[in-house]
C-alpha cells in the first residue's frame, strides 16, 4: 500500500460541477478533498438549471443565495426561423402544464460559481487544493494525486470533474469517443426595451439554434451557435453593431437591445467516454458528456452525475472506490448519458443537414408536439428529469418534477 488514504473521496476539478460534487458528499459525511484551481471569474456564460437540479442545490443550501439572481423559466419556445422549404410549426412549453410553476431558472455563471466556493470554503469536510493535478498513480486499493505544487494525496476515490480534457480520466485508461461541429457558441448577456415575460426562445437556424433564455428584469443571456465564419464576425463587432445584429435576428420581439457582457466564442464538439468509470475513477460533468448547448441539459445532467454517485456508494460502505460502486455507477448513468447525446447530436444535426426527409421528419415530430398535448406533456417532463414522464402515466398527471 503506497502512503496512506489521506481523504476517503478526491475530487479532481474546481469548476460547479466538482464544487457541487464536493458538497453533496461531504453533506453525506464523507471526508473529502477538492483539487483545482478555483474557477474563472471571467465566465460570462449563464446556466439554466432544471427544477430536480434546483432542488439538488436547495438541499445543499446554496439555492437561497443563488436565486436573487436568477430568473425562472416559465415557458420555452422553439421557433423555426430557417429559410429552408419544410418548416416547423413554432411549439410552445408552459410549464403550468405539467403543474410546475417554473421549468427551471437561468443564472450567471459568476453568480453560481461564487456561491459554490463560499459554500465549499465553510464545509469543515472539505480540503481545498488549489494547485492542479500533475499526475496520477493507481494501485489495487487507492489512488495517489501529485499536484503541481508537489502535495500528494491519496483517496479510495477520485471523482474526475476536470472537464473534457480529464487527465483523471486518461490516467484510469478510459477511452473516449470524440467529434467536432462545424459550430462556434458565440454567447453574451443583453439588455431590452420590453420584458421577456420569462419565456425562453429557441430559434432554429440553418447554424443552429439562436437562444434567448431570461435573466432578472429586461435583460437576458444569449447563445449564438453560427458558422465559424460568421462567429468570428460577429466577435469582431463593437457593441453596438452586435446589439444590432441581435435584435435583428430576433426580429426586434424584445424591443431595443443594448449589450451587456462582452462576446466570448466556445468551438462545439461532442465526447462520451467508452466507460463512465473504472479503475476507483467516477466521471462527473464534461469529463464524461460533452454536447452542444441544447434544450439546458449541460450542468443539469452533471448534477444528474453526482446525485447517481451518491447512489453508487451505498453499493460499498467500506470501500467508496470498489469495483462495486464503479460497475453500479456506469449502469446507472449509461442510458441517461447516452439517450441525452444521441437526441442533443440528432437534433443539432437535423438543423445542418438540408437533407429533405430529415427535415420532414424534424417538421412532423414538432407537429405532433405542438398539437397533441399528453405527448407535449410527457416530453416536458422527460426533458426536465429521465423517468418522470413515464412516471406521470401511472400517477395523477400533476406531480412536480422537482421535488421527485
Not at 463560499?118 to 469543515?124: I, K, L, T
Not at 439554434?209 to 463587432?237: C, E
Not at 456508494?313 to 467508496?320: E, I, Q, R, T, W
Amino acid at each position: 500500500m503506497v502512503g496512506r488514504i489521506e481523504k476517503e473521496i478526491v475530487v479532481a476539478g474546481g469548476g460547479p460541477a466538482g464544487m457541487i460534487a464536493a458538497l453533496a458528499l461531504a453533506a453525506k459525511g464523507h471526508a473529502v478533498a477538492l483539487v483545482g484551481p478555483a474557477v474563472s471569474e471571467n465566465d460570462q456564460r449563464t446556466t439554466a438549471l432544471m427544477m430536480p437540479a434546483i432542488a439538488f442545490l436547495e438541499q445543499l443550501g446554496v439555492w437561497n443565495a443563488i436565486s436573487p439572481e436568477a430568473a425562472p423559466l416559465a415557458t420555452m419556445r422553439i421557433v423555426d426561423a430557417t429559410r429552408r422549404l419544410i418548416r416547423s410549426p413554432t411549439v410552445t412549453f408552459h410549464a403550468g402544464e405539467i403543474g410546475e410553476t417554473a421549468f427551471g431558472y437561468n443564472m450567471p455563471n459568476t453568480v453560481l460559481n461564487k456561491v459554490l466556493a463560499d459554500a465549499v470554503d465553510a464545509e469543515p469536510r472539505i480540503r481545498r487544493v488549489l494547485s492542479p493535478a500533475a499526475t496520477y498513480s493507481h494501485a489495487a486499493d487507492q489512488v495517489v494525486i501529485e499536484t503541481e505544487d508537489g502535495e500528494k494525496l491519496s483517496t479510495q476515490l477520485l471523482v474526475a470533474c476536470d472537464g473534457r480534457a480529464s487527465l483523471a480520466r486518461e490516467a484510469a485508461g478510459i477511452r473516449t469517443r470524440r467529434w467536432n461541429y462545424p459550430q462556434t457558441a458565440v454567447v453574451l448577456s443583453f439588455a431590452h426595451a420590453l420584458g421577456h415575460e420569462n419565456i425562453s426562445t429557441e430559434f432554429h437556424t440553418e447554424d443552429g439554434p439562436f437562444t434567448q433564455v431570461p435573466l432578472p428584469s429586461r435583460r437576458s443571456s444569449l447563445v449564438w451557435v453560427a458558422n465559424p465564419a460568421l462567429a468570428d464576425r460577429l466577435m469582431a463587432l463593437e457593441p453596438d453593431a452586435l446589439a444590432d445584429h441581435v435584435e435583428e435576428r430576433m426580429s426586434s420581439m424584445l424591443g431595443k437591445v443594448t449589450v451587456e457582457t462582452k462576446q466570448q466564442a466556445w468551438p462545439l464538439s461532442g465526447l462520451v467516454p467508452t466507460a463512465f468509470a473504472a479503475n476507483r475513477t467516477i466521471l462527473v460533468g464534461e469529463a464524461a458528456h460533452v454536447f452542444p448547448p441544447i434544450g439546458a441539459q449541460g450542468l443539469n445532467l452533471g448534477i444528474r452525475d453526482v446525485e447517481t454517485l451518491l447512489k453508487a456508494l451505498k453499493a460499498d460502505p467500506d470501500d467508496a472506490g470498489s469495483d462495486h460502486v464503479t460497475r453500479a455507477y456506469d449502469r446507472l448513468r449509461r442510458p441517461d448519458v447516452l439517450a441525452r447525446t444521441g437526441s442533443v447530436d440528432a437534433l443539432n444535426r437535423s438543423l445542418l443537414t438540408g437533407f429533405l426527409p430529415a427535415q420532414v421528419a424534424r417538421s412532423l415530430g414538432l407537429e405532433l408536439l405542438r398539437s397533441f398535448a399528453p405527448l407535449r406533456g410527457f416530453f416536458m417532463r422527460e426533458g426536465m428529469r429521465p423517468g418522470s414522464g413515464f412516471g406521470s402515466i401511472f400517477s395523477s398527471g400533476d406531480q412536480k418534477v422537482g421535488r421527485q
